[in-house]
């Protein structure tokens, strides 16, 4: 991907600009910086006079729309070439080409020039059929059999009159069928106005079962949400579903404007001539046979481009919240990875997670050494001065719960609080590289022990462990380019880490690796200095590790704190390059910088405009100002547990209008699920999260977030759970308040309730779609 000249430069500068709401110089002044090899972080942060204060948001979108703006122009390029080299660029055709805003636009313009495998077209021009082509369109009153009589040649292979007509047929097609302008407006026609109808494959009824939902489904392309289309494609690469894109709701009337559409651009109409059926029919055939199904397929690529996005972004948008959930800070933990025949595997980490002992316990079935595990407990507990027991939620989690909660009741003083906390990608962790570093005489096992705790601890360092696709918070994660998903991904966990910072004394190279500037290579060569050399004093010495440049320095340093070292403003998220102006701060005030680091309210009293210069002005002084009140200030919130109900520990012990407190474990587009304990996560549809109106689902509830939640349904044999936000909401008698999806679906027979009489009443709209939905969401996950 080569960079533009300086036209095309400032052409796409403006593109991106009005895209993100941002001046153009603004995106010129970013795209500099990239293409200089500065991060998103280090912009975000650092450059906010350079770039106008471009948040880290809109520099991502900048940075992919770059990505792809420059693509565009390698292709336009390569197309422009090749079209001259056949000799046959015009200067019109070089305007279209030069003028066009997508790569699909670009494709349709070039299709006639794409070199391609001899069509039935192209044997009839070499047949000299074209003349009679263009004869019949030209004059509509020549009677086509016998124009085409005309044009019988045995030695070229037209046989007889119907076989020139036929080769005349496949010009036209194919002719109309690369027709820019034509396939441009009929591709934003059936993109406004195609239904994509799903049928189940013949013979797949019993097979494809878990799709029964869409054995006969039609819904409208442009509306469709995200997951439901990624569902549809699941089930057609598997095989159950057949997949179409009608031409509307009426697909014979859509059918009729296609073809009508297409015969006013030839210039054709029924006037009653001789040749106006035979034209009629060639535009008939055009439509059916070669252009819906070349449109069909752009646009259900286009589709699934749309709802892979959608889906990447949900799954981004949950990881961000679980990396920066709140961390119980440096506190000793013991990690219990619950089991059942193979024991509940224990980890004590102490408050900086050096790992300080192991061991294995069996209190349930078949061994129900409970007493003895108690007593294992409580004595690792006493030993190494525990305060929070770390559970994992998977299998035996609720079981494993008791234990620990009669350890608290045998071992008040000890003061002990235990937390459930999620186990998602533990294993992959314990089988890791990076795992076997760490502990490499450590029993696999037991590393997703140590994992469970240090989590607790802090979930920003222990996860970015894990390959963010493994932690499991995504919708439709498999059904999405996995190249796409992994820099995305990718993306925001170096946002995250980075706006945290890291300590370069305590941190795995994993973490430093996520640092902004920070290779892995160069990650490990600061913890081999580290190890070799004692603690980093100040920062300007990480410039004696291998590899680390003052351009690497540069991108880094402000995102790596060094706490108690010989300069106090190593310990904050100030740039070195900035430390003249605190300087200069400290100094107009008669202060020294320790003195002035912390002391809120004399910070307060500064004016960010006494202290700028040609360097740095209002934006980043603000920035230092902050960060001298609160020097190291962590973004996350305060940790804080959920408290999951006595007694209820299996999805069979619920009962409709129980109300529970729960952890958001996931967030969709079409809802939130809640881990309320039981090893089933219940499902709050859109529709159920609020009193009011939800578009958005994280406009309400983040992963990780703690709530309140009704039963409003469950369904034992199928594993599903309905709940609902609104605590006054009665199970199976109030509709869904306000939701734009199931508003009609929720207005029943007997009025706004839905009441049957003689019959149990129905669900609630939201129960409904919860279980409809909570079906096809666990297939998103592969549960």
Not at 126 to 140: F, I, M, Q, S, Y
Not at 695 to 723: F, H, N, Q, S
Request: net charge neutral; hydrophobic share 40%; charged share 30%.
């Amino acid at each position: 991907m080569s960079k533009p000249d300086a036209a095309l430069a400032h052409r796409i500068a403006d593109t991106i600009a009005a895209e993100i709401g941002a001046q153009p110089a603004q995106a010129i002044a970013a795209i500099a910086l990239l293409d200089e090899g500065a991060t998103v972080p280090f912009i975000a942060r650092y450059r906010k006079e350079v770039t106008g204060g471009l948040d880290d948001t809109q520099l991502r979108d900048l940075e992919v729309r770059l990505s792809y703006l420059r693509e565009l122009e390698d292709r336009r390029a390569a197309i422009l070439s090749s079209i001259d080299e056949q000799g046959k660029l015009n200067p019109e055709l070089r305007a279209d080409i030069e003028a066009a805003d997508s790569k699909a636009r670009l494709e349709d313009l070039y299709l006639p020039y794409k070199q391609k495998r001899r069509t039935r077209a192209q044997i009839a021009r070499e047949a000299g059929l074209e003349p009679l082509a263009d004869g019949l369109l030209a004059d509509p009153t020549l009677v086509p059999d016998t124009f085409a009589a005309g044009f019988v040649d045995a030695e070229k292979g037209v046989a007889d009159a119907k076989a020139a007509l036929e080769g005349a047929r496949a010009i036209l097609m194919e002719r109309w069928g690369e027709d820019a302008t034509l396939l441009g407006e009929l591709r934003d026609w059936l993109d406004a106005n195609g239904v994509i109808r799903a049928k189940v494959a013949a013979g797949k009824e019993t097979a494809g079962e878990k799709f029964r939902d869409y054995f006969d489904h039609a819904e409208p392309l442009a509306k469709i949400p995200s997951h439901r289309l990624l569902a549809l494609f699941r089930g057609r690469r598997e095989e159950f579903l057949t997949l179409e894109l009608e031409p509307g709701a009426d697909p014979e009337q859509g059918n009729a404007y296609a073809e009508g559409r297409i015969a006013r651009h030839a210039g054709i109409a029924a006037q009653g001539r001789n040749a106006d059926a035979w034209l009629l029919n060639v535009c008939r055939l055009a439509w059916r046979a070669k252009i819906h199904l070349h449109l069909m397929i752009d646009l259900f690529g286009k589709a699934r481009e749309k709802a892979e996005a959608e889906a990447i972004n949900v799954f981004g948008d949950n990881l961000k919240d679980l990396l920066l959930a709140a961390p119980a800070g440096p506190k000793t933990v013991l990690g219990l990875d619950p089991g059942i025949r193979t024991g509940c595997k224990i980890a004590v980490v102490d408050a900086t997670g050096k790992l300080v002992a192991t061991d294995t316990i069996y209190p349930h079935e078949p061994r129900k050494q409970w007493d003895q595990s108690v007593h294992t407990l409580r004595t690792l507990c006493a030993q190494h001065g525990v305060q929070l027991i770390a559970i994992g939620n998977g299998t035996a989690s609720r079981e494993t719960d008791r234990l620990a909660a009669d350890v608290i009741k045998l071992a008040p003083e000890l003061k002990l609080q235990k937390i459930v906390v999620s186990e998602a990608g533990a294993s992959v962790y314990s089988a890791s590289e990076t795992a076997a570093k760490e502990f490499p005489n450590l029993d696999v096992s037991i590393r997703g022990a140590v994992s469970i705790a240090r989590r607790l601890q802090d979930p920003l360092a222990e996860l970015v462990k894990i390959d963010p696709k493994a932690i499991g918070v995504g919708q439709y994660q498999h059904d999405v380019d996995q190249y796409r998903l992994a820099r995305a991904l990718d993306a925001r966990v170096e946002d995250c880490v980075n706006a945290v910072g890291v300590h370069v004394n305590t941190a795995s190279g994993a973490l430093l690796a996520r640092v902004a500037g920070l290779s892995s290579g160069v990650a490990e060569n600061i913890v081999v200095h580290r190890d070799a050399n004692g603690p980093f004093k100040r920062r300007k010495d990480l410039l004696k590790v291998p590899r680390l440049g003052e351009k690497t320095f540069e991108q880094c340093a402000g995102f790596l704190r060094i706490a108690d070292g010989d300069e106090p403003l190593d310990a904050s998220s100030v740039h070195p390059e900035a430390y003249p102006v605190v300087e200069r701060i400290a100094g107009s005030s008669g202060r020294d910088v320790r003195q002035l680091i912390g002391d809120g309210a004399f910070v307060r009293s500064l004016k960010p405009e006494q202290f700028t210069d040609a360097t740095f002005g209002v934006p980043t002084v603000r920035d230092i100002l902050k960060e001298l009140e609160k020097p190291g200030r962590d973004p996350r919130p305060e940790f804080k547990a959920a408290q999951f109900a006595d007694g209820v520990e299996d999805i069979k012990d619920l009962q409709v209008g129980m109300i529970l407190e729960g952890v958001v474990s996931n967030v969709a587009a079409f809802g939130a699920f809640v881990d309320i304990g039981v090893h089933q996560d219940g499902l709050v549809h859109i529709s159920a999260l609020s009193d009011t109106f939800v578009k958005d689902p994280r406009d309400v509830v983040k992963a990780g977030d703690i709530v309140k939640v009704k039963v409003l349904e469950v369904d034992v044999l199928r594993k599903r759970i309905a709940l609902t936000r609104r605590l006054d909401d009665v199970p199976g008698e109030k509709p869904a308040r306000d939701s734009r999806e199931d508003r009609n679906a929720s207005r029943g027979p007997g009025g706004p309730r839905g009441g049957r009489p003689g019959g149990k009443p129905p669900q609630t709209a939201a129960a409904r779609s919860n279980n409809a939905l909570a079906d096809a969401f666990a297939r998103a996950r592969g549960r």
